[in-house]
């Protein structure tokens, strides 16, 4: 029942993303209803797997590769029609469906067996961090798509070709305004998953902060974020700067999210 | 009945003609209503912008028609016909109905593809229709003609696109910024172009226009009709700390803007983009600054460039214009043909006939005990009885001449025999 729902959602999702890099391609200038339609749809049975799974396994569905990339995916779904009810950009879904295809490719490749919980994370700190976490993650996960979109328009304008794909996309300034938001939106987020994250460690390990790899990884990649945020307020750093910052961040989310509990050695692995 | 269309546009006539032959205010409806009188048929419309004169209209007989608009045009407008026959363009049935469809979609304009042009054949066809000059033949046309323009709008990008350089300064502001009204602009010098561009700026939205011009009363000039103020040129650099956008055209063969001070006017902005059009030439700024980041600077050749892509891009689309146009006349004419009276006498009396044989069908179920005889006899009379139904609307169709297409129309109507009418 839970795989269907699960296989469901990820074909929804996946021909959301094949529909959407098509519309990159497409003559029209207006964006078709399919792809929101699709990722709607996708989103929807994504949501009913994932409450079905709590269900099955009394806990929210993050532990393990399968059920983390899982929910991120799902996160970075809300964030996008969020977006898209906001700003109504519709080319907006080819740089951002991809993200989340890639991540349930990756959540379908993992091993979907439930590991009994152990019992430093039962505790009612597991949903708050990782809903904290999760929902920062896709922010930032969804500013590196508009960043990119952002770099791609920055250089037609300046280099005076302006194709077809040029007057499909947004203007800069409401690209930078999204960089802005989502970063306003998710580092407050990730600060509080940090901070939930010392306090759940110091009633499970005994200790606030052990500088273990994930931990030295937010850590870094929180800097990451504030530079981004102080730099924009200060001295202005917005536009094509903002645009590149928020592609390395989410590239060192990355690796806080999957490379330092694949490559490292962390005790923060479940 | 012919469709017929006798005009004039601007690849006919010049300015001068075109300006005598209008029919601008009240002219519009007394000529609307001489021509009806003159012409003593029921259909006609007229079209009259400042590109071109048409009139449409549906008549017996095309050589006299033509002869009586000339001389009515001659009269009306006080005007030797020597001086506008040879402007004059003849379109005939199906000719004729191309080339309304052409004008409504905006293909026989001279910049193709803008849009003013359906709106006025709207309010021709409308005006024609509060005046009741037009009859079926002639509300379908324009009928077709508009919803062909709209297919034409919808179905190829005709329309997108600016085709002028102003135009196109204005389509990119709106690529950098999200909305111009919040956004400053500075017109710096006074260039033809550079006013237009800003007039483009303006009536999209910006509200807060500064102009610069080395002599400050010409600039002051300028800002009035802005609604903006006016700033002392050596003062611009300064200004343009809080400007978004910037128009230059000035006389100056060196330039007015360095690289060295726009990136201290970045640092000042807290780098805030900056959009920058360079209509001078020689170039007034330096091509450098568009490297600086957040800068985007435009010369004119960059607009052309622009311009010249969209140009051909319509042109392309014009392409795909054309064959809609061919189908859509192909439509128009098959449903002309239905006009006519043999067809409808013909399927007038096919329907008649398959009633009779459906009703004599049942008739044989009904009373399967009755013999050959007593059906020749009930057939006999469905036959009587169908006859002395049809023969009156056939007659009508055959002998009046003049509301033939009316007469018809309603006949069609009636007995429900129209194939056709899966459209509109």
Redesign the interface.
């Known amino acids: 029942m839970d795989a269907i729902f699960f296989k469901l959602a990820f074909i929804f999702y996946f021909a959301a993303t094949i529909i959407s890099i098509f519309e990159i391609f497409k003559?029209?200038?207006e964006s078709s209803k399919i792809t929101p339609i699709l990722a709607g749809a996708g989103f929807v049975i994504h949501f009913i797997q994932i409450i079905y799974r709590y269900f099955e396994i009394g806990y929210i569905p993050v532990t393990g590769m399968h059920h983390a990339s899982s929910l991120f995916a799902w996160c970075i779904v809300i964030i996008f029609f969020f977006l898209q009810y906001r700003y109504k950009i519709g080319i907006m879904a080819s740089f951002i469906m991809p993200i989340v295809f890639i991540l349930m490719l990756l959540s379908l490749a993992f091993p979907r067996q439930i590991q009994p919980l152990t019992p430093e994370l039962q505790s009612y700190w597991l949903p708050i961090h990782t809903l904290l976490a999760f929902l920062s993650y896709a922010a930032f996960a969804v500013t590196c798509g508009v960043g990119i979109m952002y770099l791609i328009?920055e250089h037609y304008?300046?280099s005076?070709h302006?194709g077809r794909f040029?007057?499909k996309?947004p203007?800069?300034?409401?690209m930078d305004?999204i960089n802005y938001k989502l970063i306003t939106f998710g580092f407050p987020l990730h600060t509080l998953a940090i901070i939930t994250g010392a306090l759940w460690a110091e009633s499970a390990w005994g200790a606030y902060w052990r500088w273990d790899p994930k931990e030295v990884w937010s850590l870094i990649t929180w800097f990451i974020y504030a530079l981004i945020l102080h730099a924009r307020l200060t001295?202005?750093?917005?536009?094509?700067?903002a645009a590149i910052l928020s592609i390395i961040g989410f590239l060192a989310v990355l690796f806080t999210f999957f490379g330092v509990n694949l490559l490292l050695k962390t005790i923060h692995s479940f | 009945m012919k469709i017929l269309i006798l005009g004039l546009n601007h690849k006919t006539a010049n300015v001068e003609i075109r300006e005598r032959l209008a029919f601008s205010g009240q002219k519009l409806k007394d000529g609307l209503l001489c021509l009806r009188e003159i012409l003593e048929i029921k259909e006609i419309a007229l079209l009259s912008t400042c590109n071109r004169v048409e009139i449409f209209t549906c008549v017996n007989s095309a050589d006299t028609a033509v002869e009586n608009i000339k001389k009515f045009l001659s009269g009306f407008h006080n005007i030797s016909r020597d001086d506008f026959e040879k402007s004059l363009y003849l379109y005939t049935d199906s000719d004729a109905v191309k080339h309304i469809l052409r004008v409504a979609s905006s293909l026989d304009s001279m910049v193709v593809g803008e849009p003013q042009i359906l709106g006025q054949i709207k309010d021709t066809f409308d005006f024609a229709l509060s005046e009741k000059t037009t009859g079926i033949i002639l509300n379908k046309l324009f009928k077709k003609a508009i919803s062909t323009a709209k297919k034409v709008r919808t179905e190829t990008?005709i329309a997108?696109?600016a085709v002028s350089i102003s135009f196109a300064a204005v389509e990119?502001a709106?690529?950098?910024?999200?909305d111009l009204s919040g956004k400053s602009f500075m017109l710096l010098g006074a260039g033809e172009m550079a006013e237009l561009a800003g007039r483009h700026l303006v009536s999209n939205g910006v509200t807060d226009v500064k102009v610069a011009n080395r002599t400050y009363e010409r600039g002051c000039e300028l800002a009035k009709e802005f609604n903006g103020k006016p700033i002392k040129f050596d003062d611009f650099i300064q200004e343009m700390i809080h400007t978004d956008i910037v128009i230059c055209s000035t006389g100056s063969s060196t330039y007015v803007l360095l690289k060295e001070q726009v990136q201290k006017i970045m640092?000042e902005?807290?780098?805030?983009?900056v959009f920058i059009i360079d209509i001078s030439v020689p170039r007034n700024i330096d091509p450098e600054i568009?490297k600086i980041?957040?800068v985007?600077l435009?010369d004119v050749d960059?607009l052309q460039?622009?311009v010249d892509?969209n140009m051909f891009e319509r042109k392309k689309e014009a392409c795909k214009a054309e064959q809609i146009v061919a189908e859509e006349v192909d439509k128009f004419m098959k449903w002309m043909l239905t006009l006519d009276s043999v067809p409808t006498i013909v399927a007038l009396r096919q329907k008649a006939e398959e009633i009779k044989n459906e009703e004599l069908e049942k008739f044989k179920i009904k009373f399967p005990e009755t013999d050959e005889t007593k059906i020749k006899a009930v057939e006999y009379l469905a036959t009587a009885i169908i006859n002395k139904l049809i023969h009156p609307p056939t007659a009508a169709i055959k002998e009046n001449d003049e509301n033939k297409e009316e007469l018809i129309a309603v006949i069609k109507k009636l007995y429900g025999l129209n194939g056709d009418e899966n459209e509109e």
């Open positions: 003559d029209s200038k328009q304008l300046k005076k302006l040029f007057q996309m203007n800069l300034q409401v305004e001295v202005g750093w917005r536009g094509k700067k | 990008r997108e696109n990119l709106k690529k950098i910024f999200t640092k902005r807290k780098q805030k983009p568009n980041d957040n985007y435009y960059d460039d622009v892509t």
